[in-house]
């Protein structure tokens, strides 16, 4: 079975600083990863997905993540944030033999002046 | 350009009431699923359906029930509600074919069990 762990509950962050959100998934087989973004009082949208290819995925709004197959991981970055970025991240994997995605609980980015 | 639409955006029922919940996509996605969100426990899958005439249970279903009549409607049931089933619900929707994920969402569905 699939799991997908994200440590961070809340990230504080200043605008235009850095940022990274972390991800680690488990599975025993080939994987497809997700990273969705959760405005206030909104459904989920995709920020951006890795297939297969390159392990760089450039997403919207600025956002990229790599994937390391190694580290089981796949950490989303913004070189420097907005006060729009406030919002809750998911990360999601999925695998060939399953049509689900199963969602980590989330990472609440707070991004202040 | 509705994509995604869930009926309706609020609900407080009492213990025990019954309620549908309706989820209605325009974009001919084949795959459509229901979750529901918690604090602290991200989106938990309750029930999905891979196509018209046929619903799978995900990781929560008890106490859930679905239909999928039509290939654009896909409906949640409470028979019986319980103060556990307060929750945001979401629906979503997507193509069979993986590369053209992703899943579109709804705006969610706020219900309450008093």
């Known amino acids: 079975a699939q799991s997908v762990t994200q440590l961070d509950s809340q990230v504080p962050v200043f605008e235009e600083a850095p940022v990274e959100l972390r991800c680690n998934y488990s599975?025993?087989?080939?994987?497809?990863l997700f990273w969705y973004v959760q405005y206030p009082n909104q459904g989920l949208q995709l920020l951006l997905k890795?297939?297969?290819?390159?392990?760089l995925v450039k997403g919207i709004n600025g956002f990229e993540a790599e994937f390391n197959k190694s580290q089981t991981s796949f950490h989303l970055r913004k070189p420097s944030v907005h006060i729009s970025d406030t919002a809750e991240y998911f990360c999601?994997?999925?695998?060939?033999?399953?049509?689900?995605?199963?969602f980590g609980t989330g990472t609440r980015l707070q991004v202040f002046p | 350009n509705a994509g995604v639409t869930q009926t309706p955006k609020f609900r407080v029922l009492k213990t025990g009431q019954s309620m549908t919940l309706l989820c209605a996509q325009d974009?001919?996605?084949?795959?459509m699923y229901w979750y529901r969100q918690d604090p602290g426990m991200g989106l938990r899958l309750i029930h999905y359906?891979?196509?018209?005439?046929?619903?799978a249970k995900g990781e929560v279903p008890d106490g859930y029930n679905v239909s999928r009549l039509k290939k654009q409607n896909f409906l949640l049931g409470l028979e019986s509600a319980a103060p556990s089933q307060t929750s945001v619900y979401f629906c979503?929707?997507?193509?069979?074919?993986?590369?053209?994920?992703?899943?579109?969402f709804g705006d969610g569905t706020r219900l309450s069990i008093l």
């Open positions: 979503a929707s997507s193509y069979f074919d993986r590369d053209n994920q992703p899943q579109h």
């Open positions: 599975s025993s087989v080939s994987v497809y």
């Open positions: 890795y297939l297969s290819g390159s392990t």
């Open positions: 999601a994997v999925s695998t060939d033999n399953t049509d689900k995605l199963i």
């Open positions: 974009m001919n996605h084949e795959y």
């Open positions: 359906s891979v196509g018209e005439g046929t619903t």
